[in-house]
């Protein structure tokens, strides 16, 4: 299973960006799809996801800035991000994985990418 992420980049306060995700080697009709970021020194959180029922959801600290989006072959995951802020400086990760409990309940997040940056900033 393999994610890569791309898009990020520097951008000043205000700017948009769309991050995109490329999933491969990954076949689950029931799979999650999510968007998560770790800003410096802080832990990881989950910024959006798409849910086994397809089902979008989004943190309330981006909703109506951010929106997740995916194709219809599921093999490909956007994450479109306007009106970005300093704070929302980050790695960026997407994630898939089936349904699940725990701390990404109700999904479990088993396969990574390696991240985008993106950094705002005046």
């Known amino acids: 299973v393999q994610l890569v992420e791309s898009g990020g980049g520097f951008l000043q306060p205000g700017g948009s960006l769309r991050l995109s995700c490329v999933v491969s080697g990954y076949f689950n009709s029931n799979r999650c799809m999510g968007w998560f970021r770790q800003p410096p020194g802080k832990e990881r959180e989950r910024v959006a996801y798409?849910?086994?029922?397809?089902?979008?959801r989004t943190d309330d600290s981006v909703k109506g800035r951010f929106t997740i989006t995916q194709d219809s072959a599921k093999k490909n995951l956007y994450l479109q991000m306007n009106s970005l802020k300093p704070e929302d400086t980050a790695m960026y990760y997407c994630?898939?994985?089936?349904?699940?409990?725990?701390?990404?309940?109700?999904?479990?997040?088993?396969?990574w990418g390696q991240g985008t940056q993106v950094t705002v900033s005046s």
């Open positions: 994630a898939t994985g089936g349904p699940g409990s725990g701390r990404w309940y109700p999904c479990s997040f088993t396969y």
């Open positions: 798409i849910d086994s029922q397809a089902w979008t």
